[in-house]
């Protein structure tokens, strides 16, 4: 059973941009009837604008402010009572005594209470953290072994081996080698972009896989993932998305981290 209301939910969406045209209207509209909304909303952001700040995720949960966030989150859904007398403290305001305090402190929960259980804050805030939590590099170790035996399987198999290795160095100057004999070979141009992202390089290898998914459909999935990470870490959330949008045609490993990548971003976007 959903716990949090109507109301909370919208605001929620609101708060993260998640709400098309037609509901930021109407909710706007909501905001300006009703005086008790819309200092709700005012306090809301206030909370939204005190998390953003806080980088890490580990920061959030070190915090001891997250511990007096969660009482009070306790608090505004009917687990404990205030007497009218009592006071709070919570971040970034003073101690208010009396019943004032409670209606502050229950929109102060309210807010703490939908972003910890949706994650919206922390995790999204950090762009880094989000790119470490889902760039693992390729596990490649059947890719030498597909094709016949010759120079550039030879090669491919010396590249791609100080790829596993994670000798992202040697790797890369392996395949521009190769690329330069090797022009159109896809596993060339793909293991060539890796490598510059193991070596985080991420402008050139972005414009690889750019070129990469235009020209190819091997290893299609891979580049799709790959170059979305790139994007991600460069900054450009449209284009990420674009990229993990077109992974949903595809059923395998990228699929359903693709799905919940996309989520994510659009708390950012």
Known sequence: MNQYSPIETKMANYLYDDMAEEEIVEFERELSADAELSESYRVNKLV?????????????????SLAEAERLADLAFGNTHIADNQTVTYPGKKRRPGRKIYIYSTAIAAAIAILV???????????????????VPLDASDYSQRGDVNDLYEQLSEGINSYIQGDYQLSNSLFKQMETVYTNQPEVQLFNALTYMGLEQYEPAREILDQYVETNFRYLPEALWYLSLCYLKTGDYDKAGEMLSQLEAYDGMYKEDAQSLVKKLRRIR
């Open 48 to 64: 939204k604008e005190y998390l953003t700040s806080k980088v890490q995720l580990e920061e959030l949960k070190s915090d001891p």
């Open 117 to 135: 259980v949706f994650r919206f804050v922390a995790p999204f805030a950090n762009t880094d953290r989000m790119f470490q939590d889902y760039y």
